[in-house]
């Protein structure tokens, strides 16, 4: 098949790519003309594992383009995998959204399938047909499209597996041969263990909300019951395994920590309280979602002045990992951003390694902050420093040298927000070791 994907981002990088990977003929266009020079060099603009080789060996079918009307030329598909990002109040901006459609609408030279990748408030579709048509009118044209709905669930750090080996692909069409289309589209991405879920667009532009919103309520469920946890003297790690062993309930996702980040569930979360809003319904188990997890990103920060103090001037920090999940240099929402923020406002100063993510903390989310130092090592990071702080689980920090850390530390203090460690042995090493929902220390704050 001839298909363009518009939006050179996780989604629609990674999708291209995969699509290629299956045979097709792929053209990738982005108005960014510094991103696509770079990638018609090789370069990716994301760092993602897996998929910079995906790039190189699919070279042939892949093109990278800035100009959509080049990939229309020859391509039927189009698929919109640009930004919804937060608008001020919240819900999803679609102008990037509809800022395509149009330009589907004015380059499109034969019938058109235009496929909405990007998540997509409920009824978008209907806004990217008017888009589309509205062009097709203006240009005196009767040309013919289909508008379908197929939202990616693809996981950074994982994208390329995930987008490749599918749990499940959703479509949302409202014409037999839209969905046929799509059937064979996907038919090859689907011979192992994926499921082809085809609906009605409406459901399938939903079914993303959920989806994200479903896992970001499970991973605020978990962080509130850590908080009473450390209330009634409970360890969270335990009452994880205990309830996970029901199958009903399964072991994924209930992980506490210093709360979720992110491009997807902080937005999601934040876009669908929006839309129920607007349509008259207060989602109130959403409110408190988002409402937990802001408050769990300064569990750290609260533990860390309950033992130093509210002014942590004269005070070192170490903190390993500054993205918002390992394997992925994304810092959006990332709980980093939180905590280094209390730390340094209190007069602290902080010492960060994180083994992909120093570049996009330096250049965009702490370029004013000058009580960061960078360093190239995990074990750099922490000499002359009081106590390290894990924020990100990357495998490199999962079973560090715990004499060094000793050894380069001033006090041998740790605050765990992954709880990563285990708590008897450090503790027998001459740790203090923090962890997240366990022993008696839950402060409120603010
Ligand atoms: C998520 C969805 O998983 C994916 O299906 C969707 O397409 C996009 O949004 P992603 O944002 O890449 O993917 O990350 P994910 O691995 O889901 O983690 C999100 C956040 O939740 C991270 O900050 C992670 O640290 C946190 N998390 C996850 C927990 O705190 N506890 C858990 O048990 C799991």
């Known amino acids: 098949m001839k298909i363009a994907v518009v939006g050179t981002g996780y989604v629609g990088l990674v999708s291209g790519t995969c699509f290629a990977e299956m045979g097709n003929d792929v053209w990738c266009v982005d108005k960014d003309e510094e991103k696509i020079a770079g990638l018609q060099n090789g370069v990716i603009p994301i760092f993602e594992p897996g998929l910079k080789e995906l790039v190189q060996k699919n070279s042939d079918r892949l093109r990278f383009v800035t100009d959509i009307s080049e990939a229309l030329q020859e391509a039927n598909i189009c698929f919109i995998a640009v930004g919804t990002p937060p608008g001020e109040d919240g819900s999803a901006d679609l102008s990037a959204v509809l800022a395509v459609a149009s330009s589907i609408g004015k380059a499109m030279v034969r019938h058109m399938f235009v496929v909405d990748k990007s998540t997509v408030p ?14 097709l009118n203006l240009r005196g044209s009767n040309l ?4 379908i709905s197929n939202p990616e669930f693809l996981k ?57 919103c479903m896992l970001a309520t499970k991973i605020s469920f978990i962080n509130e019951i850590a908080n009473i946890c450390e209330l009634v003297g409970a360890d969270v790690n335990k009452v994880r ?21 992110g491009s997807c569930f902080p937005k999601d979360v934040q876009a669908l309280i929006r839309t129920s809003g607007g349509l008259g319904y207060d989602a109130r188990i959403l409110q408190a979602v988002e409402a937990v997890n802001e408050s769990q990103k300064l569990a750290l920060p609260r ?21 918002f999940k390992p394997d992925t240099d994304d810092m959006r929402c990332a709980a980093s951003l939180v905590i280094i923020d209390e730390l340094t406002k209190r007069g602290a100063k902080v010492h960060a390694y994180d083994p992909q993510a120093e570049k996009v903390a330096r250049t965009i989310y702490f370029r004013d902050n000058e009580s960061i130092e960078y360093f190239d090592g995990k074990y750099d990071a922490l000499k002359g420093c009081d106590a390290l702080i894990l924020i990100t689980e990357w495998k490199e920090f999962r079973s560090p040298d715990f004499e060094r850390i000793k050894e380069c530390l001033r006090e041998p203090v740790i605050f765990d927000g992954r709880n990563q460690y285990e708590a008897e042995s450090l503790q027998e090493m001459g740790f203090e070791y923090h962890q997240i929902g366990v022993g008696d220390n839950f402060v409120e704050w603010r």
């Open 303 to 323: 533990r860390i002045v309950a033992r130093y103090g509210e002014s942590l001037t004269g005070l070192h920090f170490t903190c390993w990992g500054l993205s």
């Open 241 to 261: 395994m205990g309830i996970g062993s029901d199958p009903r309930i399964g072991y994924s996702f209930i992980f506490p920590g210093c709360g979720y980040g």
């Open 122 to 135: 409920v009824g978008t579709s209907r806004k990217v047909r008017q888009a589309i048509q509205h062009e």
């Open 156 to 212: 950074e750090g994982t994208a390329v597996h995930d987008c490749l080996l599918p749990d499940r692909i959703i479509v949302g069409t409202d014409t037999d041969k839209a969905a046929r289309l799509m059937s064979d589209l996907y038919k090859p991405f689907l011979r192992s263990t994926g499921r082809l879920l085809q609906m009605d667009i409406a459901s399938a532009e939903m079914t993303k909300y959920a989806a994200n």
């Open 144 to 147: 013919t499209f289909d508008v």
